[in-house]
């Protein structure tokens, strides 16, 4: 009996130490092996919307302008440019560029890219991007024809975009994906081009694809500036599970866990933290709960300050987050603009409390006879935890009972829409780096974003003239005095600014994120053997 | 005989029309939509995609197209995943959703019926509950609390196996051993339980008194009688772990079939839901048919009715 | 031989009252039954720890004196210690007031949603085969359909439709939840009734719903009690992960799955956050497994030798 079991255990023994680097182990080509986490729905940069795709895009494409390490855009397929006097119109001149396959990169490709996401038949989900060119809504609304609007390709070289007014970030978007050219030259003979021959004018190209299972990316030797590109491969496994990605990452398996593209479980911060591996940086989003301004008794506006005021965010974000986020007193995070001062102060029980008060005695009704709250979100364990800490907030803060309903995903996207709920969970990361993507939301009601049906005058105003004010110190200014509007009605509670964490293993050097949360490997490296 | 299968073959399809036509208005009778995401789209573009891809016309129109396509065995494209069709997503995702699925089949057919003999002719005995504890621990526990501990335990405390994902056949020891567990468990009860009542059964006591051995009265005599549940069991759960699990391929990163059932409905890819729905069913129905025609041989008995009728 | 020999004969007084004298007192079927019970020793201990279990869920919340839902984040994540029995889980609430309040759901989700399940099953799977015939092969087709259809999808709609709650969470778990025990039953009863006392029962008149209730039924109770113990923790794990997608008990309630699918996360750094949820679980199954074998040994009447 005990002979037979003394080969297993030696055999158990001898493997226990093996499959684990030492900390001083360095690889030895220059290969970075990263986790997208789920199969990107489509790699088709005039369709694509959601992170997982615009992540590869990232890797494969360029536009006009990318966005530096200093986070600052810089010149990238385009070679310089000049500025009209009313700032309203770009003139772009490229650079000499190669698609991966060899062919130019011409200002025909920018051209036909951008019209076909404006025409009315193409599947173009985030056309509202490109509206602020010139007679774009009106193209993809089929109101005028594609020869109207404000891109046009001069010569090869040339590119024109005329906008409906001055837009001061405009650099800053042109380097995103809503911007990127397709190679005209393969798109329009081959419509199969995704899957059979995927050109790209990025710092990568893909080599490999193997669906659910993982992609190859390899440097593009055709790339204008190609001598900065240091890594030769970028290995992109997709794996679901945050748990098994981060063994992955202990077993030496991958070069990195967690944010961008990806996740860290909750549950592991604390220790990562305290072995001090943990990276972590800020991210341009807010985590908010948003409030049906139609649906008594979240008409009033201090019923709604009372809310937001008495949730103790610290309490929130030391504890259960736990990626030291900043808790949010404004809606618009502080990278996007200098430092604000906050709107109000977090966990403040004595102004909640006020408010509360004056809220009941405005809206005839006494303490006991305040409703029950209902409060939704969809399913995940991180709201779910947040969604019971404030319910017990709220509870000891104002006595008032919360009711937590947690729905499926699209039924909750559903029920937000048509305004079936009264507090909701809602969050967002900036798609361009200015404040007006978390402002323009309350723009107007008839925006079908605006699920908290709230408007002012005074707000939709300063919005408006900020878009016709060409000097950025006033229209932030004008952006400042509309935020404080906005959070004085409070019909969005925030709660904290986003920040992602990841852990990398010692030797991936120069990769960066951006504030927008985008991975550029464009200057990444590995610290090689050599 | 034929008849008897053109006629079954006839059933099969009607149900499999049935178990379409349902899961299609069923599909459509919930909340959500393929193309709203977090981000908002503007109205007049989500109406765009929705006449793109058909499904501005009314239900049964896009019913009946949908019916056509089948017919000439043409799945759809899928809603979310562009380029894809479902074609492709089932002839991918299938094959290494049945290669586990079969692997964890044997795994729990020859463990659950060894370990049921063994604690039936052992009954009230040690190894009786042994194996009883064994076996309600692994239907208590379920497939991925167990995957989660031995990727804990054999991949990264002990360095034994992968963490995960797939192409060795290292990396599927441990979802097939996951996908086992429960099954196995309760074909060892089911064995178990049937063998005990068959063992004190007169014939046995002949033969075990007519001089023959363990072995020999077990696989001639008892299993066979003892094994009509098991294989009623088998009929579902083949097709079941053939079409794969949404919990084990997500953990371990398997790029099967079976986080397409959850996938699907969570994005209401609807092509998607309708597909795999169809080849699931179809597979379903097969296997109960064919545990139906297995009765007859394994107990004379029954083949007695229906030969009467 | 004449006639002469088979005649009664009475017999005298104080001998008839001998006679009942020796004979032990009648008892009915159940007393028999607990009888025999209470000699496996097994199943006698394992009816002791349920009874001990349920009685825990009744009182248990009570003991500690912390709620279920008293959160205390600073105290988030103990381990077991003299104050928090079982340890505090990711918000600082006592887990073994939360267990006990989690094995009050399970319990009454798990045995309500498999006794459904049961009743259904066996009468569904008996009767159909039973019956024979296209009667058998409609009913068959009629649950292959209805386990085909995508279960997740009819959950949803429960939910837009009814919304979630306890009622809800049984429904959504007995639609579909009796399929399988119908099949096993019908495939054991395919088998009873071929053999000869069916026949001879059916010969003396029986009719057939005597033939269902006091034959068929009987003579699968090992099937049905095996299959039974397969039910209520899939009744268990199943509410878990319909609570998780809505459809259950919302926060802060939780049931044991539920904890249990928390604490899997945290496996590798606080582990009695699963530890505890699991132990009750399982301890639970094997006491019914090990009860439901003993009362099989006493009821099943093929085990009478």
């Known amino acids: 009996m005990q002979k037979w079991l003394l080969a297993p255990l030696l055999l158990l023994q001898l493997l226990a130490g093996c499959g684990k680097p030492s900390s001083s182990y360095l690889p030895k080509k220059q ?20 992170t997982t795709s615009v992540s590869v895009l990232n890797l494969c494409f360029e536009g006009l302008t990318r966005m530096n390490p200093e986070n600052e855009p810089t010149l990238a397929a385009a070679q310089s440019f000049t500025l009209s006097e009313d700032q ?48 774009a809504k009106p193209a993809k609304l089929g109101k005028c024809g594609l020869d109207q609007v404000g891109v046009i390709a001069l010569d090869e070289k040339t590119l024109q975009i005329q906008l409906e007014h001055p837009v001061p970030y405009f650099l800053s978007c042109l380097a995103s994906h809503a911007f990127f050219p397709t190679p005209s030259h393969v798109v329009e003979k081959n419509p199969q081009w995704l899957d059979q021959e995927y050109v790209s004018n990025g710092p990568f190209y893909l080599k490999e694809r193997q669906y659910h299972l993982s992609m190859l990316l390899k440097k593009n030797p055709y790339y204008w500036d190609k001598e900065q590109v240091r890594l030769e491969t970028v290995h992109l496994a997709l794996i679901q599970d945050e748990l098994t990605e981060l063994s992955m990452f202990e077993n030496a398996e991958l070069d990195w866990a967690g944010y961008p593209l990806s996740n860290l479980p909750t549950e592991a911060l604390p220790s990562l933290l305290q072995e001090g591996i943990l990276n972590q940086y800020e991210i341009a989003g807010t985590y908010s709960y948003v409030f049906n301004t139609t649906q008594f008794p979240f008409n009033n506006a201090q019923i709604r300050r009372a809310l937001s005021l008495a949730i103790n965010r610290e309490e929130i974000v030391n504890n259960i987050t736990m990626m030291n986020q900043k808790p949010a007193m404004n809606l618009v995070p502080p990278m996007l603009w200098a430092q604000t001062p906050a709107c109000f102060k977090d966990h403040d029980l004595m102004e909640a409390k006020r408010c509360f008060a004056k809220g009941l005695e405005e809206l005839g009704i006494k303490q006991e006879e305040f409703p029950a709250v209902t409060l939704s979100y969809n399913t995940l364990v991180g709201h779910h935890k947040i969604a019971q800490a404030i319910q017990q907030q709220w509870n000891l803060a104002l006595g008032i009972q919360v009711k937590l309903v947690n729905k499926e995903w699209k039924v909750f996207l559903d029920e937000l829409q048509h305004g079936q709920f009264q507090v909701a969970r809602l969050g967002g990361i900036a798609s361009i780096e200015d404040p007006t993507t978390f402002l323009d939301e309350y723009r107007y009601l008839s925006n079908g974003k605006n699920c908290s049906k709230w408007s002012h005058p005074r707000f939709t105003a300063l919005l408006e003239e900020s878009d016709l004010t060409a000097d950025a110190t006033k229209r932030l200014a004008l952006l400042r005095e509309a935020e404080s509007i906005l959070i004085q009605e409070m019909p969005v509670a925030p709660i904290y600014f986003y920040t992602g964490v990841y852990i990398k293993q010692p030797y991936v050097k120069g990769v960066h994120i951006s504030k927008l949360n985008q991975m550029d490997l464009k200057w990444a490296y590995v610290e090689t053997d050599e | ?159 034994l196996l992968p963490v995960a994902r797939w192409g060795s056949f290292s990396q599927t020891i441990m979802p097939a051993l996951s996908l086992a567990a429960l099954p196995l468990a309760f074909i060892a009860r089911l064995t178990r339980s049937n063998m005990i009542e068959v063992l004190q059964q007169d014939y046995i006591q002949t033969a075990k008194s007519k001089g023959l051995n363990g072995i020999k009265v077990l696989l001639r005599h008892v299993l066979r009688n003892a094994l009509l549940p098991v294989v009623t069991y088998l009929g579902p759960l083949t097709a079941a772990v053939m079409t794969g699990s949404f919990a084990i391929e997500k953990i371990f990163g398997i790029p099967g079939l079976g986080q397409w059932f959850v996938m699907s409905i969570t994005n209401r890819d609807y092509t998607v839901i309708m597909g795999v729905t169809i080849f699931y069913s179809a597979l379903l129905l097969l296997c109960v048919f064919i545990v139906d025609l297995l009765y007859c041989f394994i107990d004379p008995r029954i083949k007695q009715d229906y030969d009467k009728k | 031989m004449t006639k002469n020999n088979f005649l009664f004969e009475p017999i005298e007084k104080e001998q008839a009252q001998n006679q009942e004298e020796t004979s032990y007192s009648s008892v009915t079927y159940w007393q028999d039954v607990w009888h025999k019970l209470k000699q496996n020793k097994l199943a006698l201990i394992c009816l002791i720890i349920l009874s001990i279990l349920f009685a825990m869920a009744i009182i248990g919340p009570f003991i500690s004196g912390y709620t279920y839902y008293q959160t205390q984040l600073s105290l988030k994540n103990t381990p077991p210690n003299a104050t928090f029995w079982f340890g505090t889980d990711e918000l600082g609430r006592d887990l073994f007031t939360r267990c006990w309040w989690g094995a009050r759901i399970s319990f009454f989700v798990g045995i309500a949603a498999s006794t459904i399940d049961l009743i259904i099953g066996v009468l569904f799977g008996a009767i159909a085969a039973l019956a024979g015939g296209k009667t058998e092969e409609w009913m068959m087709r009629f649950a292959d359909i209805l386990y085909a259809i995508p279960y997740l999808l009819v959950v949803i709609l429960l939910m837009v439709v009814i919304g979630s709650g306890i009622f809800t969470i049984i429904l959504a778990l007995t639609i579909t939840g009796w399929i399988n025990m119908a099949r096993i039953v019908r495939s054991q009863v395919l088998q009873i009734k071929q053999q000869d006392f069916i026949t001879a029962a059916t010969a003396l008149g029986a009719s057939k719903k005597r033939i269902l209730l006091q034959h068929l039924i009987p003579n699968a109770m090992g099937a049905i009690l095996v299959t039974l113990t397969l039910t209520i923790p899939s009744a268990i794990f199943a509410e878990a992960f319909l609570s998780f997608l809505g459809l259950g008990v919302q926060a802060p309630i939780a049931s044991l799955g539920t904890m249990a699918n928390d604490g899997l996360a945290a496996l590798r750094y606080y582990p009695w956050r699963l530890f505890f949820p699991a132990v009750l679980i399982s301890l639970t199954m094997l006491s019914f497994n090990a009860l439901g074998d003993g009362l099989r040994d006493v009821l099943d009447p093929r085990l009478k030798t």
């Open chain 1, 88 to 135: 309203a119109c770009y003139t772009f001149t490229l650079r000499d560029s190669l698609w991966s396959d060899g062919h130019p990169v011409t200002a025909y490709d920018f051209e036909k890219t951008l019209k076909t996401m404006l025409n009315p038949l193409f599947p173009c989900e985030f056309a509202a991007d490109l509206y602020i060119i010139k007679h």
């Open chain 1, 31 to 50: 290969e970075l092996r990263l986790n997208l986490k789920s199969e990107p729905p489509t790699l088709d940069p005039r369709k694509a919307t959601d």
């Open chain 2, 1 to 159: 005989m034929s008849n008897y299968l053109v006629k079954k073959g006839l059933i099969l399809l009607s149900s499999l029309f049935l178990v379409t036509v349902l899961t299609f208005f069923l599909m459509h009778a919930i909340p959500g939509d393929p193309f709203i995401q977090d981000k908002a789209i503007p109205e007049e573009i989500l109406q765009a995609l929705h006449k793109h891809y058909g499904l501005d016309q009314p239900l049964y129109v896009q019913f009946f197209k949908y019916l056509d396509g089948v017919l000439h065995f043409e799945l759809g494209p899928s809603f979310k995943y562009e380029g894809r069709t479902v074609n492709e997503i089932i002839s991918t995702g299938f094959p290494v959703s049945f290669y586990l699925g079969m692997e964890a089949l044997v795994i729990a057919v020859f463990g659950g019926i060894c370990l049921g003999s063994i604690a039936a002719m052992n009954h009230r005995r040690l190894p009786d509950y042994i194996m009883m504890v064994i076996a309600v621990l692994g239907i208590s526990v379920p497939s991925f609390i167990l995957a989660t501990f031995l990727q804990y335990l054999l991949a990264m405390k002990l360095s």
